[in-house]
C-alpha cells in the first residue's frame, strides 16, 4: 500500500506543472520611446491594462523601476496623476490607478 502511493506520488510530481497565466510584466504591445520617462511608463503601462488597479510591488516590477520610484511618483512628484483605490490587498497594501481626465 505506501509503495502504491509513493509511485503516485512520484508520478504526480514528474508530471509538467500547467501553465500559470502571466497577470504581471510589461504587456507585448505596450511601446514606449527609449527617452520615456519613469511617469510616462507608468501613464502608458495603466493606460494598456485599462487602468486597473494595482500595487507599487507591481508596478515596480512590471516597469523594471525600484519600487522607491515608484513611490516617489505616486506620492510626491506627480501626486495629481494617480489616486489611491479604496481596495486594500495583503498587510493592507494599498492599490493605485491613474486619475480619470
Known amino acids: 500500500m505506501v509503495a502504491e502511493s509513493a509511485s503516485q506520488i512520484h508520478a504526480a510530481v514528474d508530471d509538467d506543472p500547467p501553465e500559470l497565466p502571466v497577470e504581471a510584466g510589461v504587456p507585448k504591445n505596450l511601446v514606449l520611446d527609449e527617452g520615456a520617462s519613469s511617469v510616462e511608463k507608468?501613464?502608458?503601462?495603466?493606460?494598456?491594462?485599462?487602468n486597473q488597479q494595482s500595487t507599487i510591488a507591481e508596478i515596480a516590477s512590471s516597469l523594471g523601476l525600484s519600487e522607491k520610484t515608484v513611490k516617489s511618483i505616486i506620492y510626491s512628484r506627480y501626486k495629481e496623476k494617480f489616486e489611491p483605490t479604496e481596495h486594500r490587498g495583503r498587510h493592507n497594501r494599498a492599490f493605485f490607478r491613474l486619475v480619470e481626465a
Open 42 to 50: 507608468m501613464v502608458a503601462w495603466f493606460k494598456d491594462r485599462g
